[in-house]
């Protein structure tokens, strides 16, 4: 269904990602810009609200028609399990604690994956910072897809499927791109998790686990916010790998459009990354951005020169030290 995208490879760069050097150029003309680093004290409050209320919402869907579980598991658990998803990307820069208490950082993730239900805050966070340190790096960079997915999901109705199986994808991608050592945390993580997961069927029975699981699956997959997941760093115009978006649904996903502010400045929380490009707004006014995360997935699936290979690759020198 829909023409063959003829795109067969990723588009190949030799040179290094624009955004160290653009921060170090920003932080030359406004040096202010550093004071907006560190915790955000709000963090930690925003993520106990959001995960209480979804411990509410769990009691409220077990006496629910399963219709309604599933009406309410789209229109609300979908949306608040995306957000909790870019909670952990948050907490996963330090930026609820702070860097001198990483640990403290590393157990409330663990919270904040409760109501999410599949355990991965803590292999997240590791690969999450490979993809900043070194963006579209070959076979170091999780965040690009695999060469099945770029060769097999290249006409429109394969990159509607793909889309929808976006959670699928990355929870195996890092398996087959750059597998690691399982690390004492992940096994917490994992048993945290299960714990949680069968105490809450113990307690409330299958519909709140399925509220659970399936808002998480649908959040992710074809879902408005999930357009983020495009949006970021597919290559939509030729030679820009990063783009930002300054919509409304910013906040429900701690300011996660500001992805170039992001990535020139991960240690910012993203309440402040507003800040960032009023501050420096010459350097971001002009970079190619979106206002709607849903035209980004309408625009992907129909443009026949897009699909899983339209991201920016390249490979990496020297040494590579990883997470």
Same mark, same amino acid.
């Given at each position: 269904?829909?023409?063959?995208?003829?795109?067969?490879?990723?588009?190949?760069?030799?040179?290094?990602?624009?955004?160290?050097?653009?921060?170090?150029?920003?932080?030359?003309?406004?040096?202010?810009?550093? %004071?907006?680093?560190?915790?955000?004290?709000?963090?930690?409050?925003?993520?106990?609200?959001?995960?209480?209320?979804?411990?509410?919402?769990?009691?409220?869907?077990?006496?629910?028609?399963?219709?309604?579980?599933?009406?309410?598991?789209?229109?609300?658990?979908?949306?608040?399990?995306?957000?909790?998803?870019?909670?952990?990307?948050?907490?996963?820069?330090?930026?609820?604690? &702070?860097?001198?208490?990483?640990?403290?950082?590393?157990?409330?993730?663990?919270?904040?994956?409760?109501?999410?239900?599949?355990?991965?805050?803590?292999?997240?966070?590791?690969?999450?910072?490979?993809?900043?340190?070194?963006?579209?790096?070959?076979?170091?960079?999780?965040?690009?897809?695999?060469?099945?997915?770029?060769?097999?999901?290249?006409?429109?109705?394969?990159?509607?499927?793909?889309?929808?199986?976006?959670?699928?994808?990355?929870?195996?991608?890092?398996?087959?791109?750059?597998?690691?050592?399982? %690390?004492?945390?992940?096994?917490?993580?994992?048993?945290?998790?299960?714990?949680?997961?069968?105490?809450?069927?113990?307690?409330?029975?299958?519909?709140?686990?399925?509220?659970?699981?399936?808002?998480?699956?649908?959040?992710?997959?074809?879902?408005?916010?999930?357009?983020?997941?495009?949006?970021?760093?597919?290559?939509?115009?030729?030679?820009?790998?990063?783009?930002?978006?300054? &919509?409304?649904?910013?906040?429900?996903?701690?300011?996660?459009?500001?992805?170039?502010?992001?990535?020139?400045?991960?240690?910012?929380?993203?309440?402040?990354?507003?800040?960032?490009?009023?501050?420096?707004?010459?350097?971001?006014?002009?970079?190619?951005?979106?206002?709607?995360?849903?035209?980004?997935?309408?625009?992907?699936?129909?443009?026949?020169?897009?699909?899983?290979?339209?991201?920016?690759?390249?490979?990496?020198?020297?040494?590579?030290?990883?997470?």
């Amino acid at each position: 269904m829909g023409n063959r995208v003829p795109r067969e490879d990723y588009e190949w760069v030799y040179t290094d990602q624009p955004h160290a050097d653009r921060r170090k150029d920003i932080l030359a003309k406004y040096p202010e810009i550093k %004071t907006l680093m560190g915790p955000d004290p709000r963090l930690k409050w925003i993520v106990c609200m959001m995960v209480l209320i979804q411990f509410l919402a769990f009691y409220l869907v077990k006496d629910l028609d399963w219709k309604w579980v599933l009406f309410w598991t789209y229109a609300f658990g979908s949306c608040i399990n995306h957000s909790m998803t870019l909670a952990i990307h948050e907490i996963s820069h330090n930026t609820a604690f &702070g860097n001198s208490r990483a640990m403290w950082n590393r157990w409330f993730a663990m919270f904040a994956n409760l109501p999410i239900g599949l355990p991965y805050s803590a292999s997240f966070k590791r690969y999450h910072l490979d993809h900043h340190r070194y963006l579209g790096g070959d076979g170091v960079d999780v965040d690009i897809p695999t060469e099945f997915e770029g060769w097999f999901f290249c006409t429109r109705f394969r990159k509607f499927v793909w889309i929808i199986l976006q959670p699928l994808f990355y929870a195996i991608r890092p398996l087959c791109i750059n597998p690691k050592p399982i %690390t004492r945390l992940e096994v917490a993580n994992v048993a945290v998790q299960l714990s949680f997961n069968v105490a809450l069927y113990w307690l409330c029975g299958a519909k709140p686990v399925v509220y659970m699981m399936a808002g998480s699956l649908l959040g992710m997959g074809l879902h408005p916010i999930s357009g983020h997941f495009i949006a970021e760093h597919y290559m939509f115009l030729k030679g820009h790998e990063t783009y930002s978006y300054y &919509g409304s649904l910013n906040l429900l996903t701690f300011n996660v459009g500001y992805h170039n502010e992001h990535h020139d400045f991960p240690s910012i929380p993203g309440r402040r990354l507003p800040l960032v490009k009023k501050i420096a707004s010459e350097y971001y006014d002009d970079l190619p951005q979106y206002t709607s995360w849903v035209k980004v997935l309408y625009d992907f699936i129909m443009d026949d020169q897009l699909s899983p290979y339209s991201r920016v690759k390249r490979r990496l020198k020297g040494d590579v030290k990883l997470e």
